[in-house]
């Protein structure tokens, strides 16, 4: 069988406030809105409150794809999935926390991770909109010491 090379693009669901929470993401993260439709008084298919809000979106944050649109089916938005995210450095890491932690909840602290995983940090905050995102960044402790190791080797 022939691989085909595919991509899963998570596609998110809100309650109306999808282009708040998308904007969010791309202040936390960096990125931009490749493409953006509305619901219209023609194209409403639920209630008149879904007028001028996202019908659906495209965007990407780092080299990822991602969608969304708002729901109004009663059924609600899934937000149980986390969203795991690895930046380059523990001050972006910060950054993004604390862009996703205005007006949600920090669960879990940046800090590194326990042994024997490896010589990370990681944080999980549940953000205004309902998600879950999991930061990870690189350990500074583990990476002072690797430098020092590195500086020590070549002075010998």
């Known amino acids: 069988m022939e691989k085909k090379k595919i991509e899963v693009i998570p596609y998110l669901a809100f309650q109306g406030n999808c282009e708040e929470a998308v904007n969010t993401y791309i202040k936390a993260f960096g ?8 619901w219209s008084e023609n194209t409403f298919d639920q209630t008149p409150d879904q007028i ?3 019908m659906h979106v ?7 794809r991602m969608a969304a649109g708002d729901t109004f089916d009663g059924a609600g938005g899934n937000t149980d999935i986390r969203l795991m995210i690895h930046m380059d ?26 042994e024997p995983d490896d010589d990370g940090c990681g944080s999980v905050i549940k953000d205004r909109f309902g998600y879950t995102w999991i930061i ?21």
Request: charged share 20%.
């Open 31 to 38: 990125g931009e809105i490749y493409y953006m439709s509305r």
């Open 52 to 54: 001028g809000k996202v």
């Open 58 to 64: 495209e965007f990407v944050l780092g080299s990822t």
């Open 89 to 114: 450095s523990e001050e972006e890491a910060l950054h993004t926390i604390s862009v996703l932690a205005e007006g949600g909840t920090v669960l879990a602290p940046l800090q590194p991770h326990p």
């Open 136 to 156: 990870t960044c690189p350990n500074p402790a583990k990476l002072r010491a690797v430098q020092a190791q590195n500086l020590s080797e070549t002075r010998d």
